[in-house]
């Protein structure tokens, strides 16, 4: 497939320079493309490569050409939003974060709490750890979403699938709200995300049987409760 690669990415490259709609010649290789078995369906009539190797692609081009990535994720997104809203969130995100971060937010409320959407808000967060982990996003901005994401993606398990998985994405959500509380000691808003990410791993650690694990969770729960309601007796959020 290198002959076909190397065209491909000449087309592409044109089709930077024009308008948002694929050309026929473009959606032919993309067809080809859909054969092998790196390349999946995405949306209507729309194809994108398998996480990996779409991740490795976009790396690639974020660090060798930026103003194209952007300019492509802008595209990207509009191309995607009336048929594939996961898809549209992903390349939002790579282009306009605080666009991106919004919908974020937006879409894995409704995917988790009113749709019980399980693949779909795996495949969200998936979207925005694949970002983080190319460092096309940064921030405790980006890392309090995807944290949030992995709260949401347990609490939809704990009902709807294993609590064995709800505790692994417990657990995801606990070790980057450590991480940021770590890094912002004075952050209140940080600490508090903390105690609740403590607080549900060991609601998770009681169905599974481990008192002692929900125990010591619990309890740092508290200690965190009862430092912020020190710091500030006149917040009944503390």
């Not at 937006?106 to 495949?123: E, F, S, T, V, Y």
């Not at 940080?190 to 010591?216: E, F, H, M, P, W």
Request: charged share 25%.
């Amino acid at each position: 497939t290198p002959t076909l690669w190397k065209k491909f990415r000449g087309l592409f490259k044109r089709w930077l320079r024009m308008k948002p709609e694929v050309s026929a010649e473009i959606k032919q290789i993309y067809e080809t493309l859909q054969m092998l078995p790196f390349t999946q369906r995405c949306g209507d009539d729309k194809h994108a490569l398998h996480d990996l190797t779409r991740a490795g692609v976009i790396a690639d081009m974020l660090q060798t050409r930026p103003a194209e990535f952007r300019e492509f994720s802008r595209r990207a997104a509009r191309a995607f939003a009336e048929s594939d809203a996961i898809e549209a969130v992903y390349h939002l995100l790579a282009s306009d974060l605080d666009a991106g971060i919004r919908m974020f937010y937006r879409l894995i409320d409704a995917l988790c709490k009113r749709d019980h959407n399980l693949n779909g808000a795996h495949r969200l967060i998936s979207y925005l750890r694949e970002l983080i982990d190319i460092r096309a996003l940064s921030g405790a901005r980006t890392e309090r979403a995807l944290s949030y994401g992995y709260s949401l993606l347990g609490n939809l398990q704990m009902n709807y699938a294993s609590v064995s998985a709800a505790a692994e994405s417990y657990q995801q959500s606990l070790e980057i709200d450590q991480r940021l509380a770590a890094a912002d000691p004075a952050n209140t808003e940080a600490q508090r995300d903390l105690s609740i990410s403590y607080n549900k791993l060991g609601d998770v650690q009681v169905q599974l049987g481990d008192t002692q694990t929900a125990l010591s969770a619990y309890q740092q729960s508290l200690e965190i409760g009862q430092q912020l309601a020190a710091a500030d007796p006149d917040n009944t959020q503390a």
